[in-house]
């Protein structure tokens, strides 16, 4: 995003930074928070739901007069676990692969990369649609068969970040002290790799929930609950577009606001920190 | 939560359903059956904030009319040719009748290259169709069949006594379809016996007052059994049909079209159309739109809201019938915790049927308390379906689990309650909005006593998880059937199965319940026959398995050029009933 | 040549593995007795248990799990897909593949082109104006595309453009002449291929800017070349070598993404078919649309390879 040289993060980064803040809270606090049922029915007899966004119903309601402000936030609930989730899943199990794979080279490695390139080369939503088709569809399984699918890229830039750390003097020089393999990862190589993995978390984290949007739109979402995707996909029918496109647009508004901040604060990370990485 | 004991899916038991000459889309899946596709609200025209603010705009549908059909159009009008595109909620997987699993949409395309033994005539009576004659002896145990003369299958093949018995006994060999016949007729041979070259001898278990109704759908279609036997050896014909009917089958891309040409030498007369198409189109709103721009000509449809648009057009001829089918939740008594009437009766208490109707059924369905409309000659008015009464639903679960609230749930591996709520798992097929819509209503009135745990499965693996008694609850759609004994196989004890698979879905076995409706079927006085039925009717009422919303409406929807739509007659003459079910024949159309 | 032979190999064990991941996964979780036969897999009638022997015989389903996985990578290689499961008729899977590989097909190519299409004029111009406000605006336009969720970019395109403005048609049918069918097809390749061209926007866009900065240029510029035949003539060529790659490589990741897209604007193509086939269990389905995706995969990072060496001289292996 940017070709000139910035040592500071940006406001804007910051409003990013604020919006994941405000969205993860209310998420959390949901509730406690003063707003309506998520899964109660405000019908008003009389006069046939969808009920269009008001004083009352912010978001309006869906079909079913349901309320979409409560709704899209419980749904952020789902999201962001399902995002945090899969990232932690797959920077645990990627990275600790990925760095190992980078530092002990050799047959390891080329194990480890076969495995990644395994992965990467497996239609990643294909791959998820069968595990969530076979197994079950509840938030665990669905997380962590998300989480499965982060391990490679997450892996391969472990991997990557590790290769060009190992090489440098303070490896070479902790190595001639007599430090052991893992006191060098540890305290070494690990502080260093976990910078752009952290930007990459962020990245991770939007992906994980785009992911989630794309499996409920092919109905293999999370079964009990709101979540993004399935909010926007009871509101995508033809007739919904048409006649009630509140119920599709909020959930999308506040998804892609939410998909954008992660977005652009794992980029602004991910630069600042390259550009130390060439002051060093 | 899906243990591969349990869940095994599954591919074409909807053929039984089918059987008997009835629709099913198992579960109301028909119309929903992709992502995506239904919505179904008519939107208050202005936002509703206060309680206090006027209603905006009348926007219900009151009661939709039903059973509404079409005069007759003049017949020395009609014209050669044209092709006819017809709009279905579904593809089908093959149109063999000894072997397929044929809902509404794979009845429709049926219909047209096959013809069956009887049809309904106008009054709801049977009527001999393929056959010349159906004679009954004194004990209306057996059933003497004539057949008519000099009909050939589109093949060549004559149609002959063992023609019938090659389709007969084939479809008694399949497991599905030979379920639903299985309770008419003994095991052995004396079940269909040729007699001479056009008459078959058929010997039922029971006396039969009007023997000739099992045979106006999927039972009585004739196939040619010269296509049957190369069917069993190239299984890939099965999408290539060969029947006696009005068209012959020309082409067929599965999920895409369906193509039928004009019989030449049809048995039954002129046909004016020179092709029909079938379109499988799963959203009820893209259906509906491709009538609106002219891409077809015709459809069918359950949808609620496609319904109210079609109705307000005044430039389509629509077809309405809600006598067909109903929907419910449905509860098998086979296991914990549904084997215990009060569980039963929570659940039911506990049922948002007003909601139902409001949001899902959209004034286009009416309300349902039992198998049969008002103005049916069999309506119990004395029948009331409980629901939206959470107070009393709270006692009896209190009862229940304090009980029996430590036995297991086999289906989920708990305890039957847990935190004095009953543990349930509620299935349904998907993915569908309109179903997952459906599920969470019902979860958030029933979490007043139960914990529901979500099921969706595809179709078929859902059909079979209720065929093997695999459920605690779950929605379906059933009944219906024009003669109404036909359904008695979802009711009978003798359909149940312990060790397998079992039609009467809720394995609830009252033999009293049993005896009336055998009673009936003996009977033709149709007022007498109604006060026994009424009683039977009773009795389901009271065992709780069926928790009844709607009637479910079908409507058949033509645009304005296409004509004769009803006028499709039996063999004999007689004009038939238009639609059953949602499925039309188009023997006399013809597009101006 | 060594070059190729690793490459060679290193494919041949990746399709191996993801084929034994996908079989193995399939036939582990799910019950393929049931998925061919249906009810009669669980019925007691001599017929049916009949049917059972001769199914378990037919797809030897009694064997060891790795001896059916070699069976079935056998027929594979011969080109022998098997036959769809439980579908009454079983007809093989190949005509299924045969009749929805070109609308797959038909889409990720119209993708691709539409995506370069918008990608290389939009490059040119905002590298020509780098830094200023267009840029700036353009950059911005670029990180909001690849941010929207390609469902909800699918859902909107189909609200503005085949709903409110009516431009385009709602649904596929395969019976209609060519030329409609690509018109049909022009909103869903549209929606795969916004993101794509704004990721190859900005990579061209940053190459472009680079390689305006080479001596050459400035050559050429002193020399007198306008600035928009220099941008063509001379800056573009070596700018497209990332790009290659990434065309490249990004058409496995829109395979991935046009399932979705398939599914919402209900093309019947090779990605509703496999979506549909794993909701069902339909394992030889399954199977063989994965190994066509994966396949198309390595062949095109093969094909971005060769095409770089081509392109590029420099490029030592």
């Not at chain 1, 990245?203 to 009990?224: D, H, N, T």
């Not at chain 2, 030449?264 to 491709?290: H, K």
């Not at chain 3, 998925?35 to 378990?56: F, Q």
Request: net charge negative; glycine share 8%; charged share 20%.
């Amino acid at each position: 995003m940017t070709d000139t040289i910035e040592k500071r993060l940006g406001t804007l980064f910051w409003v990013a930074v604020g919006w994941l803040a405000v969205i993860s809270l209310l998420a959390i606090f949901a509730p406690l928070l003063p707003i309506k049922d998520p899964d109660a029915y405000y019908l008003v007899k009389g006069v046939r739901p969808p009920y269009s966004p008001s004083g009352t119903h912010w978001f309006g309601t869906d079909q079913d007069a349901r309320d979409m402000f409560a709704r899209t936030i419980y749904g952020a609930r789902v999201s962001l676990v399902i995002g945090f989730v899969a990232i932690a899943f797959g920077m645990l199990v990627g990275g600790t692969a990925g760095i190992i794979a980078g530092y002990l080279r050799g047959r390891t490695d080329k194990l480890i990369s076969f495995i990644f390139i395994v992965f990467l080369s497996f239609p990643s939503l294909v791959l998820a649609i069968l595990i969530t088709a076979l197994l079950d569809r509840g938030l665990v399984t669905i997380a962590l068969t998300l989480g499965v699918l982060a391990v490679a890229p997450v892996g391969r830039l472990a991997r990557a970040s590790t290769l060009s750390f190992a090489e440098r003097e303070f490896v070479t020089a902790a190595r001639a002290i007599g430090a052991g393999d893992r006191r060098i990862i540890i305290r070494e190589l690990l502080p260093n790799v976990v910078v752009p993995m952290g930007a990459l978390a962020l990245l991770g984290m939007a992906v994980a929930i785009v992911a989630e949007g794309g499996l409920a739109f092919l109905g293999l979402s999370v079964e009990k609950g709101p979540t993004w995707g399935k909010l926007i996909l009871f509101g995508a029918g033809s007739r919904e577009l048409e006649k009630s496109p509140w119920i599709a647009f909020g959930p999308i508004i506040i998804l892609f606001i939410t998909v954008l901040a992660l977005n652009y604060a794992g980029d602004r990370i991910r630069s600042y920190f390259d550009v130390k990485e060439i002051g060093l | 939560m899906r243990s591969s004991s349990s869940h095994r899916p599954f591919r074409r038991l909807g053929a039984v359903l089918a059987t008997a000459g009835l629709a099913l889309a198992a579960c109301g899946g028909s119309d929903d059956s992709k992502p995506a596709a239904e919505p179904a609200a008519e939107p208050a025209s202005e936002p509703a904030s206060e309680p206090a603010e006027e209603p905006a705009g009348d926007d219900t549908l009151g009661e939709t009319e039903t059973d509404v059909t079409l005069p007759p159009d003049d017949d020395a009008d009609s014209i050669f040719g044209g092709t006819l595109r017809y709009g279905l909620e579904a593809d089908v997987n093959g149109l063999n009748p000894t072997s397929s699993a044929l809902a509404a949409s794979g009845l429709m395309m049926a219909n047209a290259v096959y013809d069956t033994l009887a049809v309904y005539d106008e009054n709801d009576v049977s009527t001999p169709h393929l056959a010349e004659s159906f004679t009954p002896n004194d004990t209306l145990t057996t059933w003497t069949m004539k057949l008519r003369e000099g009909i050939t299958f589109h093949d060549g093949t004559p149609l002959n006594a063992e023609a019938v018995l090659v389709n007969f006994n084939a479809q008694r060999g399949d497991p599905l379809v030979g379920l639903a016949i299985m309770p008419f007729f003994p095991a052995d041979d004396t079940a269909a016996i040729a007699v001479d070259d056009l008459t078959i001898e058929f010997n039922v278990n029971f006396p039969i007052a009007d023997f000739g109704s099992i045979l106006t759908g999927q039972l009585g279609m004739v196939a040619s059994p010269t296509w049957i036997a190369a069917a069993k050896e190239d299984p890939t014909l099965n999408q290539a049909p060969v029947g006696t009917g009005p068209f012959v089958f020309d082409s067929r891309s599965e999920d895409s079209v369906t193509r039928f040409v004009r019989n030449e030498e049809w048995w039954g007369g002129d046909v004016y159309l020179d092709a029909v198409e079938f379109y499988p189109v799963t959203d009820g709103d893209d259906r509906n739109s491709l009538l609106f721009n002219g891409d077809l000509d015709a459809l069918h449809t359950t949808n609620q809201a496609s319904i109210l648009d079609l109705v307000d057009n005044a430039d389509y001829q629509t077809i309405i019938d809600d006598t067909g089918e109903e929907s419910y939740a449905m509860m098998n008594t086979a296991i914990p915790p549904f084997d215990d009437i009060r569980a039963r009766q929570a659940l039911a208490h506990a049922t948002p049927i007003e909601e139902y109707v409001e949001l899902i059924g959209l004034g286009v369905s009416r309300r349902a308390t039992q198998r049969f409309t008002p103005e049916s000659i069999n309506y119990n008015p004395d029948l009331v379906q409980v629901g939206n009464d959470p107070d009393t639903a709270v006692a009896l679960v209190a009862e229940y689990c304090e009980e029996r609230g430590e036995e297991t749930n086999p289906l989920l591996g708990t305890t039957t309650c847990t935190d004095g709520k009953i543990n349930v798992e509620l299935q349904w097929s998907g993915p569908s909005v309109v179903q997952t819509r459906i599920a969470e209503l019902l979860d958030e009135a029933w979490s007043v006593g139960f914990n529901v745990t979500f099921q969706e499965l595809p179709q078929d693996a859902h059909v079979l998880q209720t065929a093997i008694g695999q459920y605690n609850v779950n929605t379906w759609r059933q009944f219906g059937a024009v003669d109404v004994w036909t359904d008695n196989v979802w009711l009978l004890c003798a359909t149940i199965n312990p060790a397998g698979l079992s039609l009467n879905w809720p394995r609830n076995c009252d033999e009293d319940r049993d005896a009336l409706l055998f009673q009936a079927t003996a009977m033709s006085d149709l007022e007498a026959r109604a006060e026994v039925l009424k009683q039977a009717e009773a009795l389901i009422n009271e065992a709780f398995t069926y928790v009844f919303f709607t009637h479910t409406t079908w409507v058949n929807s033509f645009a304005d050029n296409v004509r004769g739509v009803c006028d499709h007659t039996s063999a004999g003459g007689e004009r038939m009933r238009c639609a059953v079910s949602g499925r039309t024949w188009f023997s006399k159309v013809w597009i101006e | 040549m060594n070059y190729w032979v690793q490459r060679l190999t290193a494919s041949v064990m990746l399709l191996l593995a993801v084929s034994m991941l996908t079989f193995g996964a399939m036939n582990l979780l799910g019950d393929p007795l049931f998925n061919i036969l249906g009810p009669a897999a669980a019925d007691t009638k001599p017929e049916s248990l009949e049917k059972v022997a001769a199914a378990k015989e037919l797809y030897h389903l009694d064997r060891p799990l790795p001896e059916r996985y070699v069976r079935w990578l056998g027929d594979m290689v011969t080109g022998d897909f098997g036959v769809q499961f439980g579908s009454t008729g079983q007809p093989p899977v190949s005509n299924l593949i045969a009749e929805r590989f070109p609308r797959s097909l038909t889409l990720i190519v119209m993708a691709q082109l539409l995506a370069s299409m918008i990608a290389i004029p939009w490059a040119l111009i905002t590298a020509a104006r780098a830094n200023r406000p267009a840029d700036r605006v353009s950059t911005i336009n670029s990180f909001l595309l690849i941010a929207m969720p390609n469902f909800a970019l699918a859902v909107i395109l189909k609200y503005i453009f085949g709903i409110k403005l009516g431009w385009f048609p709602l649904t596929f049918k395969a019976t209609d002449p060519w030329l409609t069918r690509i018109y049909q097809t022009f909103l869903p390749a549209l929606t795969i291929a916004l993101p794509a061209a704004a990721v190859y926007q900005r990579l061209l866009r940053t190459d472009l800017i680079t390689t305006l900065q080479e001596d050459f240029i400035l050559m050429a510029r002193s020399k007198g070349v306008s600035r928009r035949r220099v941008l063509l003539r001379h800056a573009l060529r070596p700018s497209l070598f990332s790009f290659i790659t990434v065309f490249g490589i990004n058409t496995g990741a829109l395979i991935g993404g046009s399932l979705i897209v398939e599914s919402i604007f209900r093309i019947p193509g090779l990605g509703s078919a496999i979506v549909e086939a794993i909701l069902r269990e339909d394992f030889p389905i399954v199977l063989a649309i994965v190994m066509i995706i994966t396949t198309a995969f390595v062949l095109v990072n093969v094909v971005v390879d060769i095409v770089y060496t081509l392109i590029d001289p420099r490029v030592k292996r």
